[in-house]
């Protein structure tokens, strides 16, 4: 069939250009140690900041959750879906984060894309940083908001961009933690801006959130408090679970409820999982010992790559990512720590900009000392024995 001819040329255009990829099949739980494809390894490839995707706790959570709420939600939220269980949480999410009302979600992708289109629409401006998730901007493009991007963490140029804008609704948009980069926005600085061209400020903390700020995310972080503030956290990553969160003030809240398509015409998400994600928030609030071990094991591996032929870039997250340039150093670097067990992800362009092909090493409360040790090791040795390029 003509269609299906079409599609296979251009992925055999992807594989000639070493771009075909598929998806590895893990069969274990997620966490340090992982079977990949039939191997064992240990992986610095999750997002599972806390080690609580398969913590006991979530686990027993879980199965009471399921007992009580039983498995599918089987409406969306404003027909028939909304649970006690979401209730709960979002009262829950709101009181941690300290702002007056949050919105669950079933994914950051959604969220997003919920909050760009219900807030902006056709004559309305968006601003945005050029390293930001492509969710959001997918999300921003979907909005059909004048889409503006200022170069990473350009002040200046944003400036520029906000003062020649006439239109009626503005949004800044960051990640509040850059997802292949590991380095903060400074939310300060925008927040600054927002208010003085009256923006909505719009902060992406997939990765700060039950990390950055005591666990409470990047706006405790830098301490900053204002109605015009919209705060989006996953619950995938250091929460352990699925999902997402927004928070803000109530009529912002209100507003989605209202009028956010991907809130609206969606089933909601499964009650079970708003349960454990109580339980996960408990732990995020009660257990700083994680941060603190996730902290040493950050300290850790920068002490221990200091001066490595590759640099890591300045990150004080648990992104640490390894500068490496070319696609294919990038690519023999990670097959050599993969026949060594190590699974740690290559990166490269579209992802990340040309030339800066690097290696994802992501770090977890739930790596042993022994683990980065091994890590910091096998890197040593590759970066004598690797040619260089
Ligand atoms: C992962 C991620 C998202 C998407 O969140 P999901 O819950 O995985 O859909 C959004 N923004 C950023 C910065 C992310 O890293």
Redesign the pocket.
């Known amino acids: 069939m003509r269609l299906l001819d079409t599609l296979q040329h251009k992925l055999d255009a992807l594989s000639a250009r070493h771009q075909r990829r598929r998806c590895p099949v893990l069969d274990t739980p997620q966490g340090p140690r992982v079977r990949i494809d039939g191997r064992d390894y240990l992986a610095f490839a999750s ?1 599972d900041y806390l080690g609580l995707a398969n913590h006991p706790a979530l686990i027993a959570a879980a199965g009471d959750a399921a007992v009580r709420w039983g498995v599918g939600g089987g409406a969306s939220h404003l027909v028939a879906g909304h649970f006690g269980a979401h209730a709960e949480l979002e009262q829950q999410l709101a009181a941690w984060l300290q702002l007056p009302a949050a919105l669950l979600f079933s ?4 969220a ?1 894309l919920a909050v760009m289109t219900a807030l902006l629409g056709r004559g309305d401006a968006v601003f945005a940083d050029r390293l930001n ?1 492509a ?2 901007n997918d999300a921003c493009l979907l909005s059909r908001a004048d889409f503006k991007r200022f170069a990473h963490h350009d002040l200046a140029q944003l400036a520029r961009l906000l003062a020649a804008s006439t239109a009626p609704t503005k949004l800044i948009a960051v ?1 509040a933690v850059y ?1 292949m980069d590991g380095d903060c926005a400074p939310l300060a600085a925008l927040l600054a801006l927002a208010e003085q061209f009256d923006a909505w400020l719009y902060v ?1 903390d ?2 700060g959130f039950g990390v950055l700020g005591d666990g409470r995310g990047s706006l405790a972080e830098a301490g900053l408090r204002s109605d015009r503030l919209i705060y989006m956290a ?1 619950l ?2 250091a929460a352990g679970v ?3 969160a927004v928070a803000g003030h109530a009529t912002l809240i209100d507003w989605l409820i209202n009028c956010a398509r991907p809130f609206i015409f969606t089933t909601s998400t499964s009650p079970l999982l708003a349960a454990v994600l109580s339980t996960s928030l408990t732990l995020i609030a009660g257990e700083p010992q994680r941060r603190q071990a996730l902290q040493a094991r950050i300290a850790q591996l920068k002490h221990g790559l200091a001066g490595l032929r590759w640099p890591l870039l300045a990150s004080e997250t648990p992104i640490q990512p390894l500068q490496v340039g070319s696609n294919a150093d990038t690519l023999a670097l990670s097959a050599a720590l993969r026949e060594r067990g190590i699974w740690v992800p290559a990166i490269r362009p579209p992802t990340v900009p040309a030339g800066s092909a690097r290696l994802r090493i992501a770090l977890s409360a739930a790596h042993q000392e022994a683990d980065v040790a091994e890590l910091v090791t096998a890197l040593r040795e590759l970066a004598h024995t690797l040619p260089a390029a």
């Open positions: 997002n994914s950051g992708y959604q997003n998730h969710s959001l990640d997802s992406d997939a990765h996953t995938g990553k699925a999902g997402a």
